[in-house]
C-alpha cells in the first residue's frame, strides 16, 4: 500500500539555521504531495501541496520540490524562526479519487533563540 | 481563521465510561472526517462521512462510533473508553470525497484514567 516516511524527530535548531525535513513516498498511483504544519494547541493546517511531478510549491518560507524519480518531497527552510516551532507532516493523496489522505508520522521542530 | 469548530476541548473520564465528542463546520463541505492523533503524534484516519455514507478504517475498535445529523456535524461516541483511547481527536473537512485538502479542528484532548 501506500506510504510516507520523513525524517524521525524530535528536530532541534537554533535561530537563523536552514531546516531540511526528508520525505519519501511509495505509490503505485500519481499523487499529489502535501506539507501540513501542526502549532501547538492547533490542528494541523496545510502549508502548500503539489499536485504535479517536478514542480515546486512553497508558503512562508518553506519549500519542498515534488521529485518523482527520487520519490521525495523534502521540506526546507532557509533561515528558521522561533515561531516555526511546530510538528510538520508529509502527505500523499492518490489522483484517483481515493479520498484517503496518507500521512508521515510527523516531524517535531523546536527553533531555540 | 476557524472554521471547523470541535468540543469539548479536554475531557477526562475514568475505564468504562462512556463519551461524546462534537464537531461542527462552517465551510459548507460535503465530507468529513475524524483522526486520531496519539502522543507520538501519529495521525490516523478513524471515520469519514460523505453524503450519509459511512468509511470505516477498519482497524477502529467497534466502541467507537459517529454519528452525524447532516453535513455539516459529525460526531464520536466511544462506548466504554479503555486506557488506549487516550489521544487527541482531530475532526476534518474537504470540499468533498476527492478533494484531498483537508481542514482540521483544533481537537479534543482525551485523558482515561
Known amino acids: 500500500g501506500d506510504s510516507v516516511t520523513q525524517t524521525e524527530g524530535p528536530v532541534t535548531l537554533s535561530e537563523g539555521t536552514s531546516l531540511t525535513v526528508n520525505c519519501s513516498y511509495e505509490?503505485?498511483?500519481?499523487?499529489?504531495l502535501f506539507w501540513y504544519v501542526q502549532y501547538p494547541g492547533e490542528g494541523p493546517q496545510l502549508l502548500f501541496k503539489?499536485?504535479?511531478?517536478?514542480e515546486k510549491g512553497s508558503s512562508r518560507g518553506f519549500e519542498a520540490t515534488y521529485n518523482k524519480e527520487a520519490t521525495s518531497f523534502h521540506l526546507q527552510k532557509a533561515s528558521v524562526q522561533e515561531s516555526d516551532s511546530a510538528v510538520y507532516y508529509c502527505?500523499?493523496?492518490?489522483?484517483?479519487?481515493?479520498?484517503?489522505?496518507?500521512f508521515g508520522s510527523g516531524t517535531q521542530l523546536t527553533v531555540m533563540p | 481563521e476557524t472554521a471547523v469548530f470541535q468540543t469539548p476541548n479536554y475531557h477526562v473520564t475514568q475505564v468504562g465510561n462512556e463519551v461524546s465528542f462534537n464537531c461542527k463546520q462552517t465551510?459548507?463541505?460535503?465530507?468529513m472526517y475524524w483522526y486520531k492523533q496519539d502522543s507520538k503524534k501519529l495521525l490516523k484516519i478513524m471515520f469519514s462521512?460523505?453524503?450519509?455514507?459511512?468509511?470505516v478504517n477498519e482497524t477502529v475498535p467497534r466502541r467507537f462510533s459517529p454519528q452525524s445529523s447532516d453535513k455539516a456535524h459529525l460526531n464520536l461516541r466511544i462506548k466504554s473508553v479503555e486506557p488506549e483511547d487516550s489521544a487527541v481527536y482531530l475532526c476534518?473537512?474537504?470540499?468533498?470525497?476527492?478533494?484531498?485538502?483537508?481542514?482540521f479542528g483544533a481537537g479534543t484532548r482525551l485523558s482515561v484514567l
Open positions: 505509490t503505485k498511483q500519481y499523487p499529489t
Open positions: 465551510l459548507g463541505h460535503d465530507t
Open positions: 502527505a500523499l493523496s492518490e489522483s484517483s479519487g481515493s479520498w484517503q489522505l496518507i
Open positions: 503539489v499536485p504535479k511531478a517536478n
Open positions: 476534518a473537512s474537504s470540499y468533498r470525497a476527492s478533494q484531498n485538502t483537508l481542514y
Open positions: 462521512y460523505n453524503n450519509k455514507q459511512l468509511i
